[in-house]
């Protein structure tokens, strides 16, 4: 009985995306092919531990969710006493001969540039990653019903608007994907660093399912190295969760953090994606960039190990690409490895992100370094004002109770 | 294929200048060699508006754009696409044609 329902379970992980882009496909429809997909995996519940599991559940379901498909137009055509439109998504001809999957379709869908961020990120957790809406709302701090709302009002908007149902034209297709992935590399975030203190400060269900994603997108294209770049991200940073906050519920920063309890595994693999992206000799995006220098950070032993100029080449290569301030602040961190705190913390004051926590977290550290107490401590307090995370506002604390030198209490 | 509305969004009376007239122009051929074109047109200044209420016995005239807002609409093109990308990428022209921000939004289906 649990095998079966461990063998659903797993079938559910691996099928749903294809019992939905497939019924997506053939009737056009969203809405049904969401709700029929939903039954089957429940007839699928019910069934299966009395008949025995079908040797090829896969098939066995995108045949029940159709049968059930066909039922319901059936019964809807006859109310409406008249025949329902069987494509409703425009089916025009595919752009790309050797990229030919429903979900691949499926997934441009839902990460449509026309939707609004969060409802894409919604529609893709939902449709292509088969969560409930109530683990959805829940994972992003949502009402329910106002979850349940933003993917039917979704749903209608693919429908009246007439987003199309598959892969986009070869002129549309790099900025397309680079949007499926923005999609997924939120998922990550937010899952890696909770960005409300309400949440858990790291959430490995959401972390486990955008690299499950990103997974699926890379068999979908194997050929696109930004989709492999972000995968190698995802698990060099997802080998480090399990360091990265402490018993008590603190962040632990790269530097102090327990090294053996790393993930090799994954370590190995994304590894072996970044020596397979740089095999290619092509220019790097930011995603593979970004990959790399994690790589760095994963193959020392420690911070001191750390090969810290390639990590700033790396981040002069990514500044190139975007010279955004965020960037400009995470290649400081790794100058001042480099350089030393008093250059780094030149270039940190010249960037403006006055209202962002990891500015005023990174200053604060610079300024401790430097032995200027009070104003690292003033950083502190602006950056414990400004961090959402749990752990990363116990980190906070905890360090800036640590400065030797109080300041003149006045009294 | 459907039929969108493009709506040109724009915060000022001017009118177009020479050079964005000419970038229509060779828009509007465009949409309709490739069988594109509906209808496009430009509208007079919003304080051109009257307000008609038709509902209720005597129709009833009330002066001026129905919303006072920053920005409104200054001209539109309806056009037929077979999908939203490519009424996207149509709209994109437009707007860079027009030199203005263009809102895009699909008329009901049957």
Redesign the interface.
Known sequence: MTDVGELIARTHRAEWARVVATLARRFGDLDIAEEMAAEAFATAVERWPLDGVPPNPGAWLTTTAHRRAIDRIRREARREEKHREALML?D?PEPLGAIDDDRLRLVFTCC???LAMETRVALTLRLVGGLTVPEIAHAFLVQETAMGQRITRAKAKIK?????YRV??RE?LPARVTGVLAVLYLIFNEGYLASDPGQDAVRGDLTAEAIRLTRLVRALLPADGEVAGLLALMLLTEARRAARVSTSGELVTLGEQDRGAWDRELIAEGHALVRARLATGQAPGRYQILAAINAVHTDARDLRDTDWSQVVALYDQLVRLDPSPIVRLNRAIAVAELDGPEVALAEVDRLPLEGYHAFHATRADLLRRLGRSVQSRAAYDRAIGLAGNTAETAYLIRRRGQLTDLPPTGR | M?QYLVSVLFDSNDLATDEEMAAIDVFNEQLQANGHWVFAGGLASPDTATVIDGRDGQPVFTDGPYLESKEHVAGFWIIEA????V???LAAQGSKSCNRRVE???F??E
């Open positions: 425009s025009t449509h540039p026309a009246a608007a007439r987003i199309p986009p034209s549309d | 459907a077979p999908d939203l990308d009424a996207l990428r895009l939004r699909p009901l289906g």
